[in-house]
């Protein structure tokens, strides 16, 4: 079953041999970023949870450490 | 820099009617000593007790162990910016410590509001808790505080912290006029170019993240405990204290230890002769963000190469995620061309994990000072028949609200022998 990690300190589950690391934000907020204010927190979250979802439906034949501002989702 | 520490030998404390150092005696006269700290109306209640190696003793809601130190000529003090000392800066001049005796500051009062900033560590004077830690060999002195709740928690830190450091200047100077018998010199003179330049780099958690405060109690900096860009010290601020202050969990770093530091005083012994040490870096850990542990890492191993170093030798006094910037302080050195070794605890097998939180390949020399008990099985720890400074402690290290009596057999004991004062051999591993 493959399996996304998001996590703020994402050098961690990549030196293990997790496949799938999605960078979080901050240890106090991993999902989301408060000083954007509210609205624009709220599509940062969103980014963060459609950039793990979505990268559960690649196949991959490397791990892969993906930064949800960089990609398109 | 040039730094003179006379050394007093204390083989026994006792009460009498005049506090002094005499041919190895310590004595104390209690009833000045306690008023002067009594004077502060922020203590309530405050006992000294001395607690002999050997003896079936456990003082419980432990702080900091402080070694007696204090400067007697030049600029500074000993253990400086904390509580309040003095800023200036220390390494030079003469200091004088009574050795063989530490100020054991046992107090009501947690370090913040949070994660880890409970009261968890107790120190056993017989068993094989004596055995694990130093402070089991040296003549302790119980500095028992009731400070007040009616103030705040940081300033509640500050009068029980301010307290053990006043004591241990009064005992320490009484020696002031005296000769000690005997005395080192410790200075950095220059030496063959062509002997390798090495760096100390000390990794200290800031208790930042966990507080949420820039001021929390904790082992400091110049009293700094605020995540902040690594420091330049040499090797003589260490000496005198410049590290220091409480922390919490039964394996912190005390004030003793960063003073009596084992990597320090091997360093100094081997500069002139096999290498040239260069200095010491202290990196605060605990940052919360993954670019800000690898920008300390960078910058740490930045100021080595500015340095010159050739070789660096790394410790860390916590683990969780502090050990990140730790390992890529590794890695960056090491991508530098600066042969790192890293001195670390390991994670104990049935934690099932790697030994490393994270194993980097660029951490090629590691030396282990174990899992911090003799063998794979469990360190019993039998109860005391007598208890100071509380009647309950925490059961385990990460459930504070789980309490039990002070003097309850422990079923488990783990100290984490950051910096190889521990006496488990090789072979007992």
Redesign the interface.
Known sequence: MPIAMISALYSVPVSLGVNRVIKGARIEHVCGNPALGSERDRAYRLQVVRTALQSLTRAISTPLLLDPTQEAT | MRLEVGTFPVRDVVFGSRTRWDDGILTIDRGPVLDRIRRDNRILDVDLVLARPGESLRIVNVRDVIEPRVKVRGPGVTYPGICGRSIETAGSGVTHRLSGVAIVESANVVFYDGNDGWLDRFIDLAGPGAEAAPCGSLLNLCLVLKVTDEISLEERNHAAHGAALDLSDTLARVTTDLTPPSKEVFELAPCDSSLPKVVYITCLRSPQ?YSGSLTASWMSVYGLTRLTPPWHLHPNELLDGAISGPASSHSATTSWTMVNNPIVLDLYGDHGRQINFAGCIAIRTRW???SE??LTALQAAKLAQLLGASGAVITYDAGG?DF?EVI?TVRACERLGIKTVLLTTETPPEAEG?PL????AEAVAIVSTGIGRPSLERLALPSPARVLGGSELMATASKPWERIPSNAPMDFHRWSDHYGLGCESAFEY
């Open positions: 993240h919360s963000e993954q542990k690898e995620n990140i890529h790697p939180l994270e194993p980097l």
